[in-house]
């Protein structure tokens, strides 16, 4: 079949959403391909927008800098970072500023609440602590900053190995005796037995949030909660981040309601149920919006000098030829599938050469672009797609491969989604500005 569209959109996760929220009112037909759900859909719940490169792992998050004076750091430090490279083409004031307005407006469009905060410290479901700057508003109170005094009760579920609440409970006291600031009093773990799930082992983080999802399952929870307070004066209840996948402002509401306290999911780990909320809310605005998403994956185009003219889609047994004015490569990294390394580094549809720290890479190997530790940052997770200020991909020579090709998000070169807390912001921002260009490219 032959499909023709103004804008193609590679990709379906928060690079491809926000390109699509800054297209909304560009007037531009713009058609969504993705073959399946990307790094975006295992985010802990939390958005990342700047991390001071010269923070240290172990710096106390009571000194954590603002996203702002990370931005800062990164512009002042880090040449080739693609909010180096953005910046240099923005001429939409404070750069600052830019970003904070091109992540609001993702978050406001976006049907799934949001909070903002600069920083946060948020409890991950592991006992520590994260920085980040906005996150899912079922967690906006698992932020330590906030917490005065806070008399913790956590909350496990029995058979659910990926959450273990008295564990939890240690790393919280252990924070509290680093810190130098009372945010706890004491912190306790409770152990709820979920009647239709007594007796289960190994149970999985979306099988839970299902189950929770039902109104009888949570008000039940919410009751079993208050009999265990009688008595008692806990002030916040730290819940796994599983408090279901349609129905969690609900969950979350009826459990204030009903103890009195403030209530919070933590961060989540892979598998994570926040990521999916995140991934099924972008999948909304598509559908609520009329934007055109096909399952499938692009492997092929057709170019005429220096300009794309169509991209082939397979989909099941079926082939597509997608004819459109411009494309935004929003493929992500090596969970999405927008890097490769088969023998050499390479992007695996426009074949677009990989860069690490300014250059492009060839054949090295594996071992030459990691570290050993495993705590430390691994150059690898930073190859990617060199780009312009416009968004434009560049040849190993730093020349533009075509004029109405642009990328952003995880796949670009000189960052690092994993492990850098900028994931978010960047995949945000360039898909702003990709975007932005690919409309005046048609
Ligand atoms: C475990 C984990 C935890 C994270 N936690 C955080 C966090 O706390 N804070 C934060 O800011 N960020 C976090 N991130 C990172 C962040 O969410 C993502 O890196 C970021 O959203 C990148 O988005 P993206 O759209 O560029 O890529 P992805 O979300 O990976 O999307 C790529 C898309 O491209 C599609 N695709 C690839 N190749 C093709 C093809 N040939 N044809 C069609 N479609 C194709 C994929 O199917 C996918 O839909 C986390 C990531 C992981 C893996």
């Given amino acids: 079949m032959e499909i023709t569209t103004d804008i193609l959109i590679l990709g379906g996760g928060l690079a491809a959403y926000a390109a699509a929220v800054e297209l909304r009112d560009s007037g531009r037909e713009t058609l969504v391909v993705a073959k399946a759900p990307g790094a975006s859909a295992l985010n802990s719940g939390a958005w990342d927008i700047a991390d001071s490169p010269i923070r240290g792992p172990r710096d106390e998050w009571v000194e954590w800098p603002s996203w702002r004076e990370g931005l800062k750091e990164i512009l002042r430090r880090q040449e080739s970072h693609p909010y180096s490279v953005l910046a240099r083409g923005s001429s939409d004031g404070d750069f600052a500023d830019f970003v904070a307005a091109k992540v609001r407006a993702a978050a406001e469009a976006l049907p799934l609440e949001m909070a903002e905060g600069d920083p946060l410290a948020l409890v991950t479901d592991f006992g520590t602590v994260k920085p980040s700057a906005w996150v899912q508003a079922s967690m906006r109170d698992a932020d330590l900053r906030r917490w005065q005094r806070a008399k913790v009760l956590v909350l496990g579920v029995p058979g659910f190995p990926n959450f273990n609440a008295r564990f939890l409970r240690h790393s919280l006291l252990e924070q509290q005796e680093r810190q130098g600031k009372s945010h706890l009093d004491f912190a306790g773990s409770l152990e709820l037995e979920i009647p239709e799930l007594q007796g289960r082992v190994s149970l999985k983080p979306v099988e ?10 949570f008000v039940a929870a919410g009751q079993a909660i208050v009999r265990y307070l009688e008595g008692k004066v806990y002030t916040h209840l730290l819940l796994p981040p599983v408090m279901g996948i349609e129905n969690t402002p609900a969950i979350l509401e009826a459990l204030r309601r009903i103890t009195g306290l403030a209530a919070a999911e933590t961060l ?17 605005f598509f559908q609520e919006r009329g934007i055109e998403c096909l399952e499938g994956e692009a492997v092929g185009f057709d170019a005429e000098g220096r300009r794309i003219k169509s991209l082939y889609v397979h989909q099941g047994d079926q082939r597509h030829k997608v004819r459109a004015k411009a494309v935004i490569l929003a493929t992500g990294k090596y969970v999405g599938g927008g890097v490769e390394r088969r023998g050499r580094w390479k992007e695996p549809i426009f074949n677009l050469p990989l860069f690490l720290q300014g250059k492009a890479l060839r054949a090295q190997t594996l071992p030459q672009v990691s570290r050993p530790g495993v705590a430390e940052r691994q150059p690898f997770l930073g190859a990617g797609a060199a780009i312009n200020p416009m968004g434009q991909p560049l040849d190993a020579d730093g ?10 998000g995880g796949l670009l070169a000189d960052f690092n989604p994993a492990q850098e807390r900028c994931a978010a912001g960047v995949s945000i921002v360039s898909a702003s500005v990709a975007a932005r260009h690919a409309a005046a490219a048609c």
């Fill in 399 to 408: 020349q533009v491969v075509y004029d109405n090709l642009f990328a952003a």
């Fill in 268 to 284: 989540s780990g892979p598998m994570s149920v926040p990521g999916w909320r995140l991934q099924a809310a972008m999948e909304r």
């Fill in 208 to 217: 839970l949030a299902q189950r929770l999802d039902r109104e009888e399952t």
